[in-house]
Nanobody, 121 residues
Framework: QVQLVESGGGLVQAGGSLRLSCAASGRIFTINLMAWYRQLPGKQRELVASITSDGTSNQIDSVKGRFTISRDNSKNTVYLEMNSLKPEDTARYYC???????????????WGQGTQVTVSS
């Protein structure tokens, strides 16, 4: 049993900052890739940023220079630091992780319930 719980969302004015956290708990043997997705109003879910277990990260062009993804492997936690927020960043943000629950198991994708980020103009 694995659970991902996001936190840190909220309402912020344009130009402000937020730091999202996603903590994984339960029967975890290995966490490989961790990522943040978002779903904008009226749009499909899209990848925002990802990070591997060794710290290699990627971000989509629209957030490069503004968002930073990081992880703390000892805490099974991934973060998304969001700076210079824009109204178009308003979305529900979801945590995703590829997790093995046993040494002989496979990497399964797990999703959090999401946290809302609203940026006012």
């Amino acid at each position: 049993q694995v659970q991902l719980v996001e936190s840190g969302g909220g309402l912020v004015q344009a130009g402000g900052s937020l730091r999202l956290s996603c903590a994984a708990s339960g029967r975890i043997f290995t966490i490989n890739l961790m990522a943040w997705y978002r779903q904008l109003p009226g749009k499909q879910r899209e990848l925002v940023a990802s990070i591997t277990s060794d710290g290699t990260s990627n971000q989509i062009d629209s957030v490069k220079g503004r968002f930073t993804i990081s992880r703390d492997n000892s805490k099974n936690t991934v973060y998304l630091e969001m700076n210079s927020l824009k109204p178009e960043d308003t979305a529900r943000y979801y945590c995703n992780a590829s997790i093995k629950t046993t040494p002989w198991g496979i990497l399964d994708p797990y999703w959090g319930q999401g946290t809302q980020v609203t940026v006012s103009s």
